[in-house]
């Protein structure tokens, strides 16, 4: 009897886990990618994909979506975001955005950072 209810204790606790996919317990993170939900997008896992990168800007770590396709000839992002908020235009971005890193892949739904 022990064994069955510890059991039934274990199936309902795993059961009930949240699934971490699509959420962080970083907030900005979870900010920025509902503020650029409507450009995030997946067309095809490692083909065209839209994702949330940060980057380190004139001092300022910030937040923009970048489009990732090897085939494609794309222009790097214009603009970017703040934690607090604020919009930000980015200028000669190949060489002055630094240490940029994937923050949620629209292919997967979850954030990786």
């Known amino acids: 009897m022990r064994t069955l209810l510890f059991l039934i ?3 309902l606790f795993l059961g ?3 699934s971490k996919e699509n959420t962080t317990e970083i907030l900005c ?3 920025m990618k509902e503020r650029l939900k409507s450009e995030l997008r997946c ?3 490692d083909k065209l994909e839209v994702n949330l990168y940060s980057g380190s800007y004139e001092g300022q770590k910030i937040f923009f979506p ?3 396709c090897p085939a494609c000839n794309t222009i790097p992002p214009q603009f970017g975001y703040t934690c607090d ?3 930000i235009t980015i200028s000669e971005f190949n060489t002055k955005v630094s240490a940029i890193k994937e923050t949620y892949n629209s292919c997967t739904n979850k954030f990786t950072d």
Do not use: D, N, R, Y
């Open 9 to 11: 204790t274990l199936v």
């Open 16 to 18: 009930c886990k949240k």
């Open 29 to 31: 993170h979870q900010e």
């Open 43 to 45: 067309e095809e896992k």
């Open 66 to 68: 970048m489009t990732m």
């Open 85 to 87: 908020g604020s919009k």
